[in-house]
């Protein structure tokens, strides 16, 4: 069966690592698409303007589909790929790590950089709250005035999240229903003649 549930944080959270005078410091956010992604970023380099370096990873999506590292000018793969390993070690999506660097003066090397990321990515996301969500489908429906009470019955009785609505002479509005109850949902809509859905997205 389709996995309909996945695990990300709650809200923002932070972490700490130092290593022979460099500070790293950690920040996860839950994020929801790339627009909000870029806003971050921009915030916490506007915020850290004074740091070496930003290096982030990101995971997007129920299925984990969508992901970047970058390691802003470290040597490559030594910071963005050791904070992407942790979001994959805590089976996590929907959240972006971002790693500030503040240089002490003595080089780590590959190794020491590696570990470092790690363990500043590790503790931010040990001091977040980890939440499971449900993978839900998003559909639009349209019916006449005189149909509300049979559609909204379908409404309260399976605790449908609604949105957009529209009540006049011809009624619309949006609901979310978690993909493994989907079906059920729709069936019982369709039961209803002259009721309209149309699938919007998968959130």
């Known amino acids: ?36 992604i870029k806003d971050i970023i921009k915030d916490i380099k506007k915020e850290y303007f004074d740091a070496r370096h930003h290096c982030y990873a990101y995971i997007l999506g129920h299925d984990k589909s969508i992901f970047r590292m970058n390691d802003d000018g470290e040597p490559s793969s030594t910071g963005g790929k050791p904070i992407y390993g942790q ?19 003595v080089k780590l090397g590959i190794g020491g950089l590696i570990q ?8 931010a996301l040990e001091n977040a709250i980890i939440i499971e969500k449900t993978v839900d489908e998003v559909y639009g429906i349209s019916f006449d005035y005189i149909l509300m009470n049979d559609v909204m019955r379908v409404m309260k009785e399976n605790e449908l999240r609604q949105m957009n609505h529209r009540f006049e ?10 993909k493994s109850n989907s079906i059920r949902v729709v069936d019982s809509l369709n039961l209803i003649e002259g009721v309209s859905i ?6």
Do not use: H, W
Request: charged share 30%.
């Open 116 to 123: 470092a990321y790690k363990q500043a990515a590790l503790d």
């Open 1 to 36: 069966m389709f996995d309909d549930t996945f695990l990300t944080i709650e809200e923002r959270s932070e972490g700490i690592y130092k290593e022979k005078g460099s500070k790293f410091i950690s920040l996860a956010f839950p994020v929801r698409d790339m627009d909000e």
């Open 87 to 105: 979001l994959l070690s805590k089976d996590l999506t929907n959240v972006l790590v971002v790693v500030v660097r503040y240089f002490g003066g």
């Open 198 to 203: 149309v699938f919007l997205r998968i959130e």
């Open 169 to 178: 002479n011809d009624c619309y509005l949006e609901f979310a229903v978690r």
